[in-house]
């Protein structure tokens, strides 16, 4: 979204691109999950009338157009990229497929991964775990637009202290609302690290992979 109240904002867009370029110049492999709140929010859709189904397969669409703008910034500075869509879709992007994916980030290819799980009551933190466990990640990065995960609300409480390191269990039992409890729970099962930082601080992503700067970690 950046400073737009609604829709896409190319310029936050090839923002985020160039902090991916850097990671992806280190050699890194990189899959991408997308979000759709920008354009749309299933559960809001939900609270307003909308069947919850219909409103989570609306916000999936929402993540398509989201995944092809970042496609189309990321390959405008020479980033090769695949959209892989949970949902078939064969004129704009890949169908899922986990070997085929697998067989991208070999030939150093990012991809982005769209559209969720494919299905309703599922959220883009639970998407991201699942895709992770299955392609055997190392980390994941939730890129955001706070430092991490702190002791109080940072924008209401100007003593609001950083949370470096936290357990899965303390999020689970805390009910923390930094990522989906879903999502939570799988990682702690694969035993995934979750770091969360500020994708709008320049060099956010290296950072965090060089363990610098402002990150809480989950593990």
């Known amino acids: 979204?950046?400073?737009?109240?609604?829709?896409?904002?190319?310029?936050?867009?090839?923002?985020i691109s160039n902090e991916i370029k850097?990671?992806?110049?280190?050699?890194?492999?990189i899959c991408l999950i997308i979000g759709g709140g920008n354009i749309f929010r299933g559960i809001k859709g939900a609270s307003?009338?909308?069947?919850?189904?219909?409103?989570?397969?609306?916000g999936m669409l929402a993540t398509v157009m989201n995944a092809l703008s970042l496609q189309s910034s990321l390959e405008k500075i020479n980033v090769p990229t695949r959209v892989q869509s949970a949902i078939t879709m064969s004129q704009i992007a890949e169908p899922y497929i986990r070997r085929r994916a697998i067989r991208h980030l070999e030939r150093n290819r990012i991809v982005i991964f769209a559209a969720g799980t494919g299905n309703p009551f599922f959220s883009t933190d639970t998407a991201a775990t699942l895709r992770a466990s299955e392609l055997d990640c190392k980390l994941i990065i939730k890129a955001t637009k706070v430092n991490g995960i702190y002791?109080?609300?940072?924008?209401?409480?100007?003593?609001?202290?950083l949370i470096k390191n936290i357990s899965y269990n303390d999020v689970i039992n805390k009910n923390l609302q930094v990522m989906d409890l879903t999502a939570i729970s799988l990682?702690?099962?694969?035993?995934?690290?979750?770091?969360i930082t500020n994708i709008f601080k320049k060099n956010s992503l290296i950072n965090v992979l060089n363990r610098k700067g402002s990150y809480s970690k989950i593990s």
């Not at 002791?151 to 202290?161: C, E, G, H, L, M």
């Open 187 to 195: 990682a702690k099962d694969t035993k995934i690290p979750i770091f």
């Open 1 to 15: 979204m950046g400073s737009s109240n609604y829709g896409i904002d190319v310029s936050t867009i090839n923002k």
């Open 151 to 161: 002791n109080k609300d940072p924008i209401k409480y100007k003593n609001a202290k």
């Open 22 to 29: 850097n990671v992806y110049k280190k050699k890194y492999q």
């Open 48 to 58: 307003e009338g909308i069947d919850r189904s219909t409103s989570d397969y609306m």
